[in-house]
């Protein structure tokens, strides 16, 4: 589910950006500086909607990532619920490449 960025106090949004950042250990991508540096730009990239929030029901966890990769991610998602549910009978092996079985 995506968190609206907006609606997120501001300290509350810099935390959750902050430990992304922090997960994502010094390759940042977004500046050469250091994390006091890091922490305003990805908060512009979440508020611009570049970057998304994530809440995984699941896993019970906050992600960030870029917007373009959640509708892969989602339809990845869908299709492995569909696989262990057995309604197909195709398969992903490790590079996420579907096969046919039989």
Do not use: C, H
Not at 13 to 34: A, F, K, N, P, T
Not at 42 to 54: E, Q, S, Y
Not at 74 to 88: V, Y
Request: negative net charge; without cysteine; charged residues 35%.
């Amino acid at each position: 589910m995506i968190i609206p960025a907006e609606q997120l106090a501001p300290e509350t949004l810099d935390s959750i950006v902050r430990d992304w950042l922090m997960r994502q250990g010094e390759d940042w991508g977004l500046v050469d500086g250091g994390l006091d540096d890091a922490i305003p730009l990805a908060r512009a990239r979440v508020l611009d909607g570049d970057l998304v929030i994530l809440w995984s029901e699941t896993e019970e966890t906050l992600n960030i990532m870029p917007r373009d990769e959640i509708r892969r991610s989602d339809q990845k998602e869908a299709w492995e619920d569909q696989a262990t549910t057995g309604s197909d009978e195709r398969d992903v092996d490790q590079t996420g490449d579907y096969s046919q079985e039989g």
